[in-house]
Antibody
Framework: EVQLVESGGGLVQPGGSLRLSCAAS????????MNWVRQAPGKGLEWVSY????????YYADSVKGRFTISRDNAKNSLYLQMNSLRAEDTAVYYC?????????????WGQGTLVTVSS | EIVMTQSPATLSVSPGERATLSCRAS??????LAWYHQKPGQAPRLLIY???TRATGIPARFSGSGSGTEFTLTISSLQSEDFAVYYC?????????FGQGTRLEIK
């Protein structure tokens, strides 16, 4: 069974940093591209970042470019999101998401999400 | 960036009736469009990809159509578990973008 489990969320002050993790199991993690998607409280979905299976290709939403860094460790079956210079508008539930098949960009598997709250 | 616009914002429909949700892209996304629904406190669930292909385990009452800039999700006979927020997503161009959502509520 495919499982994605996010962790690392919490309360952080504006300007602070946080590192999110996503532990993957039930599939060959090293074969799949991965993404982070976020959802502000009461709002819609916003794609945040993409990383290819070998980390050779990475994309970011403009809203996080230069502040967030996506990475992965295929040996540990883990995906990460390093978030720096956090702003109030980064407050959201952050989901890691896997495509239905490698090479696709629609998401069949989602974690349960981890809440990041940026507030003083 | 491709802007995805969903309509209506809220749709009130009685159980057993048909619901039709729309999604418009600001430029062509070919058939690279997916639909999700999301219930409170849960992660989104993939319903449709490739504009019209049902994801694994999705009932046949869900159907998607369209290409280019105009897309439709139809739920033929609403069940109680279908009342949720629905999102469209384009994956034709970077950045991936979602619509703002349509809330499907019980009439």
């Amino acid at each position: 069974e495919v499982q994605l489990v996010e962790s690392g969320g919490g309360l952080v002050q504006p300007g602070g940093s946080l590192r999110l993790s996503c532990a993957a199991s039930g599939f060959t993690f090293s074969s799949y591209e991965m993404n982070w998607v976020r959802q502000a409280p009461g709002k819609g979905l916003e794609w945040v970042s993409y990383i290819s299976s070998t980390s050779s290709t990475i994309y970011y939403a403009d809203s996080v470019k230069g502040r967030f860094t996506i990475s992965r460790d295929n040996a540990k079956n883990s995906l990460y999101l390093q978030m720096n210079s956090l702003r109030a508008e980064d407050t959201a539930v952050y989901y890691c998401a896997r495509p239905i098949l490698t090479g696709y960009l629609h998401f069949d598997y989602w974690g349960q999400g981890t809440l990041v709250t940026v507030s003083s | 960036e491709i802007v995805m616009t969903q309509s209506p914002a809220t749709l009130s429909v009685s159980p057993g009736e048909r619901a039709t949700l729309s999604c418009r892209a600001s430029q062509s996304v070919s058939a690279n469009l997916a639909w999700y629904h999301q219930k409170p406190g849960q992660a989104p669930r993939l319903l449709i990809y490739g504009a019209s292909t049902r994801a694994t385990g999705i009932p046949a009452r869900f159907s998607g159509s369209g290409s280019g800039t105009e897309f439709t999700l139809t739920i033929s006979s609403l069940q109680s578990e279908d009342f949720a927020v629905y999102y469209c997503q384009q994956y034709n161009n970077w950045p991936i973008t979602f619509g703002q959502g349509t809330r499907l509520e019980i009439k």
